[in-house]
């Protein structure tokens, strides 16, 4: 929201100063982003005379200038603007001035031979508009030796303000001065605005045609003929104001709109009476019914949007934006001049589809005051009397404006409980009572209305807030924080926060890169991952294919693969962890942790390499992904269990399942099924993991007993090798969990290295060889004692699984 101190001034009387202004905006809660003062940053140009413009001695395009600044002798300046010229006034920069345009700063110079002391400057060069086809052309009255921004009136500060969503009545200039004059910064200019008497009814009627549950959308509808205006230009203090704010001024009819929407925060339009055809009719838009707006844009309406339209159809998208076609011109002679009142949930809906975004809109959807309605109406209606002529006829009312009054209960100990703010019961009155609120009875407690601008406005806590923001908030005391005693601080983090850093930093270490996809996807795509349940179903979607609370992280991961592919980035590595969600219920929401990895982005190396070829990633690379962040996540992995296989998105045959018990499933990994790739127009190789972090087992609460080994052994490791003959069926973690129980103070290791199925086996039988390490703790072990634990190892391997050693 932006404003000109000057205009500001036209409802504030003040003598405050510009910082006192700022500071005070800040403090009481309009908080000010910036300011721009002109008149300081021009401060060094001033209005020159060219007393004569020589031909450069050694430029064809440059002139020898002498100028007189008005501070005693003339200044030579070398210029080379094409309409510098004897006896015209121009704007002077001594050396030393800053130029914006050119992003430089002046120095005394030499150009061609020709010393120079100054610049005679364009427009554009002073940022103040985009002219830079020659220097400022000032008329003959301007004053030699004058501030330019002074006599360009060019030294009206402009601020801005940073508005909250639930302040809507600061969205005016007027409610800006309302609230400075409420904090003691001046008085409001609060002059009633007198009614209109018109000639006679305005001959166009307006129908309000909604069902009794729709009424809401447009409650209330004024509506006044003007005739006889003549649309020109506005005059030059109303474009000054619009300019500062950033608003091209177009034409009297259409400044004043706009010029009223910022002055009170009520947004109006303008019909070219004699574009309208028949009466106006508001309604529900037509499925497929189109306008060309005023931006010059076709927008395709639907049932949702609200329109005002005519025997011709639509002239207006209600409360946003008008139409091109009953827009206002120079050749205008009639206006009907609209004042309404939009329901603002609406308007919000209507412009975030259209994707329209106007001031109108931008106050609409906040809120604007309903009584000021038909005063708006009226206050138009003067402005274009005085501005363009002609004669008002009586204003048509559509409707009922709704009634906003209520009363809220209000002791005035509310304000130091809440606060700690100790302010009087006499100057919180006087507060309210200066914002505009209605405060009743005496005692103890009162009765307080908010005023009509005030939708924002609930309970006794807003109440609070209006007396402690404007008494201002540096008025309580500050306390001393109290005294904590000597103590080991007690842990903030829970366990699922901490195994959510650990797992970041696990997973960006095998070189993954974190990524973060949207908790929706759509509904084919979560009942390919388990999910697309009607109770996660999103009621208002931001887009069709993002509809459903997403089951899995993959699918997100995945997608975003895929899309690095298709930019040429095909060997990505990512992982992202979020919650998933079961049900809408609150135990059926968990923190996973997934990653995927594409192409050749292995953990030992991405792409092709000179001592050998480029190797794509498999279920291994999951399966090492998954346990190497349960080892960070500090999880044994004594209990856990790899049974082959995995959900209906991984491949079959190359999937596993990590689980602590059947009925403890903590994570899944493998390469992608193929119905997925081609469900999801993904290709492959993809490999993934997907863990449970709110189901992996907890740590001990009590320490282990077990003593950290804090020195290396002072024995050589021994590495014995078995191969064992089994059953296809079994598996080879079972091979090494056996031969880990065999000798378990010994052995501290065990791997397999090889896997074999061919001749020399039957046909039902494998080969697994496995790789022993035996770490000695007291003595080197012997031969024989080296035997008798082989022996121990073959026995147990085979009465635990049926394997016997290959001959």
């Known amino acids: 929201m932006k404003f000109t101190l000057s205009w500001l001034k036209d409802h504030l009387d003040t003598a405050a100063s510009l910082d006192e202004i700022v500071e005070t905006l800040t403090r009481i809660g309009l908080e000010v982003e910036g300011v721009e003062d002109k008149a300081k940053s021009l401060a060094p140009y001033k209005v020159a005379y060219v007393i004569s413009a020589e031909q450069h001695p050694n430029a064809d395009r440059l002139r020898v200038c002498m100028v007189d600044t008005g501070e005693g002798a003339p200044i030579q300046v070398v210029c080379g603007a094409p309409n510098a010229r004897t006896g ?116 166009v009627s307006v129908t309000l045609d909604f069902s009794a549950d729709d009424r809401k959308l447009c409650p209330f509808f004024g509506l006044r003929l003007v005739r006889g205006i003549k649309n020109g230009p506005s005059p030059d203090w109303m474009q000054r104001r619009l300019l500062a704010i950033g608003l091209r001024p177009i034409n009297a009819l259409v400044d004043i709109t706009n010029y009223l929407t910022f002055d009170r925060g009520r947004p109006l339009h303008v019909f070219d009476a004699r574009k309208v055809k028949g009466h106006l009719t508001v309604r529900r838009a037509k499925e497929g019914e189109e306008v060309l707006a005023l931006d010059g844009r076709t927008y395709k309406l639907d049932s949702a949007n609200v329109v005002i339209a005519d025997d011709n159809g639509v002239e207006s998208i209600g409360g946003i934006m008008g ?13 009907l001049i609209e004042s309404a009142l939009w329901d603002p949930l609406n308007i919000a809906q209507t412009g975030r589809k259209l994707g329209i975004i106007t001031d109108a809109r931008y106050r609409f959807e906040r809120g604007v005051d309903p009584a000021f309605t038909l005063p708006g109406l009226d206050l138009a209606t003067h402005m274009v009397l005085q501005l363009c002529g002609g004669e008002a006829c009586e204003a048509m009312v559509a409707g009922q404006a709704p009634d906003p009054r209520r009363t809220i209960t209000f002791p005035w100990s509310e304000v130091p409980r809440l606060s700690g703010l100790d302010v009087k019961p006499a100057e919180a009155r006087q ?87 949207w908790s929706f996807i759509g509904k084919g795509e979560a009942e390919l991952f388990g999910g697309g349940d009607g109770s996660l179903a999103l009621a208002n ?30 060997d990505v590595a990512l992982f992202e962890i979020g919650q998933t969600f079961a049900s809408d ?94 469900a999801l127009d993904l290709k492959g190789p993809l490999a993934a993991f997907e863990l449970n972090l709110n189901v992996l087992p907890p740590p001990k609460a009590k320490a282990t007993k077990m003593k950290a080994k804090l020195t290396l052994p002072d024995f050589q490791p021994i590495s014995r090798d078995f191969a064992f003959v089994v059953g296809r069926d079994v598996a080879a973690g079972d091979i090494v969990k056996s031969a880990q129980a065999a000798e378990r103070q010994l052995i501290t290791g065990v791997n397999v290295f090889d896997i074999y199925e061919g001749p020399g086996i039957d046909g039902d039988k494998k080969s697994v060889a496995i790789a022993v390490t035996l770490q000695p703790t007291e003595k080197t072990l012997t031969d024989s004692e080296i035997e008798a634990i082989s022996a121990k190892i073959i026995a147990e391997v085979g009465k635990k699984t049926g394997a016997v050693l290959r001959s």
Request: aromatic fraction near 4%; charge should be negative; hydrophobic fraction near 40%.
């Open 88 to 203: 015209m006034k121009s704007v002077f920069a001594p050396p030393g001035t800053y130029i914006p345009g050119k992003n430089i700063t002046l120095g005394v110079g030499t150009i061609r031979g020709v010393e120079s002391k100054g610049m005679l400057c364009s427009a554009a060069e002073l940022e103040i508009s985009d002219d830079h086809d020659g220097i400022i052309d000032l008329p003959a009255d301007a004053p030699v030796g004058e501030a330019y921004a002074a006599y360009a009136k060019l030294d009206d500060p402009v601020i801005e303000i940073n508005l909250t969503p639930n302040r809507p009545d600061c969205t005016s200039i007027y409610g800006i001065a309302r609230d400075l004059a409420a904090a003691g910064l001046g008085t409001l200019k609060a002059e009633p605005i007198a009614p209109i008497r018109g000639t006679g009814p305005t001959p």
């Open 323 to 335: 139409g091109e076609h009953s827009g206002c011109d120079e050749n205008t002679t009639d206006v």
């Open 431 to 517: 507060i309210l009572e200066k914002l505009g609120f209605q405060v009743e009875g005496e005692g103890d407690a009162v009765s307080v209305v908010p005023p009509s601008w005030r939708p924002d406005i609930e309970g006794k806590a807003d109440l609070v807030e209006e007396v402690i923001r404007i008494a201002g908030l540096d008025r309580i005391a500050p306390q001393p924080l109290p005294r904590l005693e000597a103590a080991v601080a007690k842990p903030i983090l829970t366990l699922i926060q901490k195994r959510t850093i650990l797992a970041r930093r696990a997973l960006a270490v095998r070189g993954l890169v974190e990524a973060v996809t």
């Open 541 to 570: 979607p931001i887009a069709a294919d993002l509809s459903d609370m997403r089951p899995s992280l993959l699918p997100g991961l995945l997608k975003a693969a895929q899309r690095n592919a298709d930019r040429g980035f095909g």
């Open 585 to 678: 219920a609150p135990e059926g929401q968990a923190v996973k942790a997934a990653a995927v990895r594409r192409g050749t982005a292995r953990a030992e190396g991405i792409g092709r390499h000179w001592n050998g070829g480029a190797t794509s990633v498999d279920v291994f690379d999951a399966k090492a992904d998954a346990m190497a962040l349960l080892s960070a996540l500090g999880i044994p992995a004594g209990g856990l269990q790899v049974v082959p296989g995995g959900p209906s998105w991984f491949h079959p045959g190359r999937s596993g399942t990590l689980q602590f018990g059947p009925k403890n499933i903590v994570g899944v990994f493998g390469e992608i099924h193929p119905k997925i790739l081609k």
